[in-house]
Each structure stands twice: as C-alpha cells, then as structure tokens.
C-alpha cells in the first residue's frame, strides 16, 4: 500500500505556480522521495526525486522540509498541458514504485 | 527514438478466457515491469522481469504470468479472466543501474476489458 497523503485534487490558473503537497509520515532516512505524474491516457512520466536538499530540474522544483515528512512539487508557470494526476512516492533504492491514488491538479484558463 | 510500445492498445475478452499482452521496451532498456491500473486508482505493481527472469512480484495471483525475451521484450498473460481483471495494463522499461537516477520510462497501456 502506499505510504504517502496526497489530497484527492487542486486546481491552479494558467501561467501560475502550482505547489502540489504531499505527506510522508512514515518515510525513512535512506527512501527517496520521487514524483510522478500521468496525463489522461497515458502512462505515468517521471519528472523529479531528491533525498534530503531541495531539487530542481526543467519540469518542476521539489521542496522537502527539514524533518523529510513532507514535501512539495511546484510547477512554477502551470500550463493546461500541466493538467494531470501527481504522484508523490517514497522509493527505497532500486525498489519498484508504489502508487497511491495521486492528486488531480486542473489547471485552467 | 521509440519509448516503450505496447501492444494491443484495447483488448475485450469473455470471463474465463486467457489473454497476451505485449511489450517492447524503450531502446537501451533491459528491465521491464508490468503494472495494473483500476479505474480511478494509481498503478499496482504486478511483477518484473530482468535477464528473462522474474526478479519481483506483486501481490497479485499465479493467473498472472510473464516472459522476458532475449531482446528484453515482454508479455504479460492472464489465465482465466474475471470480470476485476479490467484494466489498464501498464509496461515500464528502465535500464538496470540507471533508474533510480532517471525513473522508470512508461508505455501508455493496454486497455483491457472482461465482459
């Protein structure tokens, strides 16, 4: 089952930042947090993961507080491609991925 | 460069029958996992296979079977389907050692319904 809290769904206008929380009570030291997300009729498409320091890439940025039991992906210019379910995974290793039911984030106009 | 191609993309078959599921992994990729997606629910973990070997299961029962070729595709079979075997069947390539840094490369599935 999976480990993480995620809420159900969120909406964010076009050309915002949308900031997708999520929870990790149970997370330990050595699990990674990874995220992610899988557009209507597709398959899920990694887009980020990180251990301890904030992370940034082309996709998104994720933040992790300071104690790992939370955490948060921000798309910083949402677009209606951005429209989709977010998964937040806790992933020890070379583990495979145990998805929850994500948070539907709409983005609109 | 292809990603990970899945074959049929939608599939209906009748309760009790048996069904192949096919998957090519993305070039360069030579471990691949299978995944089961309920409507409305995150992807389950189904099995995995590496060097035509099952290296992981889920919790999922023995109708649920696969094989790994040579050239690291894949099938996935189900034995005598029942009616919650509808789904999305989710194929998920990686290269060993490297997915943990760059995650998993996913097809966009096989819709498969039980009627």
């Known amino acids: 089952d999976a480990k993480t809290t995620q809420p159900p769904s969120m909406d964010c206008a076009e050309g915002r930042a949308a900031n997708l929380p999520c929870n990790h009570s149970t997370i330990s030291g050595n699990e990674y947090v990874y995220w992610y997300r899988q557009i209507h009729s597709q398959g899920p498409q990694y887009i980020i993961h990180?251990?301890?320091n904030n992370e940034t890439n082309e996709m998104a940025s994720l933040i992790i507080t300071e104690d790992r039991k939370s955490s948060t992906l921000i798309l910083p210019h949402a677009t209606l491609r951005d429209t989709a379910v977010y998964y937040c995974i806790d992933r020890l290793g070379y583990s495979t991925l145990t998805f929850g039911k994500g948070t539907m984030l709409l983005v609109s106009p | 460069d292809a990603g990970v191609t899945q074959s049929p993309t939608h599939l209906i078959k009748t309760r009790g029958q048996q069904v192949t599921l096919r998957c090519s992994p993305k070039?360069?990729?030579?471990?691949v996992s299978w995944y089961q997606q309920a409507l409305g629910q995150g992807p389950q973990f189904i099995f995995q296979?590496?060097?035509?070997?099952?290296?992981q299961r889920g919790n999922f029962p023995d109708r649920f079977s696969g094989h790994q070729f040579p050239n690291y595709s894949s099938e996935l079979n189900v034995n005598a389907l029942l009616l919650g075997d509808s789904a999305l069947y989710l194929c998920?390539?990686?290269?060993?050692?490297?997915?943990?840094?760059?995650?998993?490369?996913f097809g966009s599935g096989t819709r498969l319904t039980v009627v």
């Open positions: 998920a390539s990686s290269e060993t050692g490297a997915a943990f840094n760059y995650g998993y490369t």
């Open positions: 990180g251990l301890k």
């Open positions: 296979y590496y060097e035509e070997e099952e290296r």
């Open positions: 070039s360069g990729h030579d471990t």
